[in-house]
């Protein structure tokens, strides 16, 4: 039997110039910029994640900056749709007014008893901000960022939940609820909705099925999703798992922060599981999260090289907003 996971770990998006991306994901919507470093799968790129104060798991987007490249990702099926953070129920006219001064489109609606602010970042990749009407989001475990832009009352609280599109619900949902443990909550139309059976934050799936040809990776479109593992133990069981719905999990790879595990469902998402440890301080003090190039051990005899091929940028500029709730 497959373990239970708690929900998402991690989700890792395209983007295109770098410096308009951490301006956005920082200065507009007030996650840290906790850790500045390169994929390692592709050096000549960077890798930057934003999340809350200490970058605990649930709270980071994720970005590889393609700048070199520029290819412009298709949305399509196979893909993620929107990526949704939790918020306070009375925050939600603090984030209207904030986003629409930034000059963003904002569209306020209504889905499963919980208000949803829909709106796109710079390079096109679809965000959600969602206000439970039971208030749930304060029960987020995610850490206030004392010295960002957003008062610490409004900030984002970790995830609510990606919305995943798939030509057909069946194959995908199995995964789902076979695999990664969740159970169908609800339905509207063609959204259906699916909940870890372990509870908390950042534990929402919803699946849509659309009328479209599958998807092209590209500036503009999310990478995968990743869901929280709890430690290697748990990572092979979740190899089993996997392989006996005749899937090819990756074998476990080390990516610094957390132990990695990935598959791609018969929908065509590519889900990776994510240790909770150890975290982003492996190589740098808590303090100083993302103020310099980290790069991992086996990377280091190479950074010269690298630091002299990746395009220029100084990160984010933090601008505190006054208030009284901070």
Not at 54 to 67: E, K, L
Not at 75 to 99: H, K, N
Not at 112 to 135: N, Q, S
Not at 152 to 161: D, I, V, Y
């Amino acid at each position: 039997m497959s373990p239970t996971t708690p929900g998402l770990h991690h989700v890792t998006a395209i983007a295109g110039d770098p410096d308009r991306n951490a301006e956005f994901y920082v200065g507009t919507l007030g996650l840290r910029f906790v850790k500045r470093t390169v994929n390692h799968d592709d050096p000549g790129s960077y890798h930057f994640y934003f999340g809350d104060e200490g970058g605990t798991p649930g709270t980071n987007i994720t970005f590889f900056p393609w700048t070199d490249r520029g290819r412009r990702g298709e949305f399509g099926a196979g893909q993620t749709q929107a990526t949704a953070y939790l918020i306070r129920p009375d925050s939600i006219d603090y984030w209207l007014d904030r986003l629409e001064r930034e000059g963003l489109e904002v569209e306020r609606t209504q889905r499963f008893d919980e208000t949803v602010l829909r709106f796109a970042d710079p390079d096109g990749i679809e965000l959600e901000l969602v206000a439970p009407a039971d208030g749930s989001a304060a029960e987020s475990d995610a850490t206030p960022w004392e010295d960002g832009p957003v008062p610490t009352a409004h900030q984002l609280r970790g995830f609510h939940s990606v919305t995943l599109a798939v030509s057909e619900f069946r194959p995908t949902a199995s995964i789902v609820t076979d695999v990664l443990g969740y159970e169908l909550e609800a339905e509207a139309g063609d959204r259906r909705r699916y909940r870890s059976a372990a509870g908390g934050p950042g534990s929402i799936v919803d699946l849509i099925e659309i009328d479209a040809g599958r998807g092209r990776t590209g500036v503009g479109t999310v990478h995968h999703v990743a869901f929280e593992a709890a430690d290697l133990e748990e990572q092979e069981r979740w190899r089993e798992a996997y392989a006996e719905q005749g899937l090819s999990p990756s074998e476990i790879i080390d990516r610094t922060y957390f132990q990695s595990v990935y598959t791609r469902e018969p929908g065509g998402v590519l889900f990776e599981m994510a240790t909770t440890e150890p975290g982003f301080t492996a190589d740098e003090d808590r303090d100083e999260l993302g103020s310099s190039l980290a790069l991992p051990e086996w990377l280091e005899d190479e950074r010269e090289r690298i630091e002299a091929q990746l395009p220029p940028f100084d990160g984010p500029a933090v601008e505190s907003e006054p208030s009284e709730d901070r």
